[in-house]
Nanobody, 128 residues
Framework: EVRLVESGGGLVQAGGSLRLSCAAS????????IGWFRQAPGKEREGVSC????????YYADSVKGRFTISCDNAKNTVYLQMNSLKPEDTAVYYCAAGQDYPITTAQAMGVILNDYWGQGTQVTVSS
């Protein structure tokens, strides 16, 4: 059974930090790219960041560059999203997703490629 299980969400004040985790199971982790999307109420889903499990290449949306860092631990089949300098506009449900490990350099590509498996989401709320 394929599973992506997110954890680490919560309530934090603006300027604070959170680390999200996405634990993967049921598929060959090294063959996939894994990333994070978010969706705020009334807004479209947004690709935040993704990482190739095979070579570690990364992509970040402009809105999070310099504040968020994605990493993966292949031994634990887990991807992390370290979120620093959080802003109220980062408030959303954050979803982990996986897809075949093709190069991703745009948000559009991220939305097309990372579509094989999805987690259930974790809420991140940033208070002002």
């Amino acid at each position: 059974e394929v599973r992506l299980v997110e954890s680490g969400g919560g309530l934090v004040q603006a300027g604070g930090s959170l680390r999200l985790s996405c634990a993967a199971s049921g598929f060959t982790f090294d063959d996939y790219a894994i990333g994070w999307f978010r969706q705020a109420p009334g807004k479209e889903r947004e690709g935040v960041s993704c990482i190739s499990s095979s070579d570690g290449s990364t992509y970040y949306a402009d809105s999070v560059k310099g504040r968020f860092t994605i990493s993966c631990d292949n031994a634990k089949n887990t991807v992390y999203l370290q979120m620093n300098s959080l802003k109220p506009e980062d408030t959303a449900v954050y979803y982990c997703a996986a897809g075949q490990d093709y190069p991703i350099t745009t948000a559009q590509a991220m939305g097309v490629i990372l579509n094989d498996y999805w987690g259930q989401g974790t809420q991140v709320t940033v208070s002002s």
